[in-house]
């Protein structure tokens, strides 16, 4: 019998599960998705490593599934593009045998109307199922004063509180270039969060609903970079969780769900530490986008004879190279060297069999 139960989670159970991370030292990978192919990717990978998992939508991603010849004028196609992918895992994630905490990434000001779309489609949902759409979403207003941050995010964690999903928050601005956004020339003192910021959203934010996570800041940044290129300070969430927890006399040590952005070119060690600080999530995109294309590119190079037409090939010249063409063989290449990817980053984190 599974410890989290097979499906998509909401609400109570996903801070089980968090909370779960926490006590026993892992964190679960929040893996970006794009097509059907690599959410059935993901699926099948959770299943096979019985762990609990985070498949998030991007904004850029939902267009994609949507389809990118769908106009998007008003945020349409990502609107319909995160419901699909939504309804999409919905309707696999039990048979699979895979629990997922579903979520969307990045959202910025300019991309809200997008997250309301889906709020929206989850109060429907909420009304037909008791349950949520989606478990959680993700507003990024690291870019603005820190008071304008968390009085938007304060007021959005009160509409979720009330169907059961969760908020996750980001303080200090994480480097690099992800879907379209571009932080690599942010200052570096930005690139660290303060115990105080952590601590001014906790005690906004615990007003209302104790259902959100925080990205905080430390040196972290999305892309993929050589292993010390990257100037990490873990002891920054250990600092938070002190400070937070001497303030407000929390009864958990640790009361923080912190979440950690850009681990490309992160050490194990590196990762591991911020997981015994208080990081229940981890956010996997390039390393898996890498993932991906390796095994497709390796099928059509071992190939290359087979697809230079539809007939014809070292074999003779009247044999049909359909069986070798048809996207359903390379597609499913990339989908196992993206689950290999993925098994490592499960292996990281700590999270082999944490569903028995």
């Known amino acids: 019998m599974s410890k989290f139960k097979h499906g998509v989670a909401s609400g109570k159970l996903v801070q089980e599960i968090f909370e779960d991370a926490k006590i026993n030292k892992y964190a679960l990978p929040a893996v970006n998705v794009t097509s059907s192919s690599t959410v059935n990717a993901v699926l099948e990978t959770a299943a096979e490593l019985n762990s609990p998992i985070i498949i998030q939508f991007s904004n850029g991603g939902c267009h994609f599934f949507s389809g990118k010849g769908l106009n998007n004028n008003n945020h349409k196609a990502t609107i319909l593009g995160g419901i699909s992918g939504a309804m999409h895992v919905h309707q696999l994630a039990e048979s699979y045998g895979a629990t997922v905490i579903l979520h969307t990434d990045h959202c910025s000001r300019k991309n809200l109307p997008w997250l309301d779309g889906l709020i929206s489609e989850s109060q429907k949902w909420f009304n037909l199922h008791a349950k949520p759409l989606y478990s959680s979403h993700m507003i990024d207003l690291s870019d603005e004063p820190i ?14 509180s009330k169907i059961d999903m969760t908020l996750e928050i980001e303080l200090g601005i994480t480097g690099g270039e992800e879907d379209g956004v571009d932080n690599t ?10 115990p105080q910021e952590v601590a001014y959203a906790y005690e906004e934010l615990i007003k209302v609903s104790n259902k959100f996570t925080i990205a905080a800041a430390f040196g972290n940044v999305h892309g993929v970079y050589k292993p010390g290129n990257v100037k990490l300070t873990p002891k ?3 600092n938070s969780q002190k400070f937070v927890h001497e303030k407000f006399s929390t009864k958990n040590s640790m009361p923080i769900d912190f979440v950690f952005h850009g681990g490309s070119g992160s050490s194990v060690d590196e ?43 070292p074999q003779g010249d009247d044999i049909p190279n359909k069986k070798y063409y048809d996207p359903r063989v390379w597609l499913r290449e990339g989908e196992i060297t993206f689950k290999e990817r993925l098994t490592k980053c499960f292996t990281d984190l700590n999270n082999v069999n944490r569903n028995r």
């Open 236 to 238: 920054i969430l250990l």
């Open 271 to 313: 990762i591991r530490e911020a997981i015994s600080y208080g990081a229940i999530k981890m956010n996997i995109d390039t390393d898996l986008q890498w993932g991906f294309t390796i095994g497709t590119r390796n099928y059509f190079s071992s190939k290359q004879d087979y697809l230079k037409s539809q007939i014809g090939n």
């Open 185 to 194: 020339d942010i200052e570096s003192n930005k690139l660290y969060t303060q």
């Open 147 to 160: 008071e304008d941050n968390i009085k938007t995010c304060v007021e959005y964690l009160k509409v979720l």
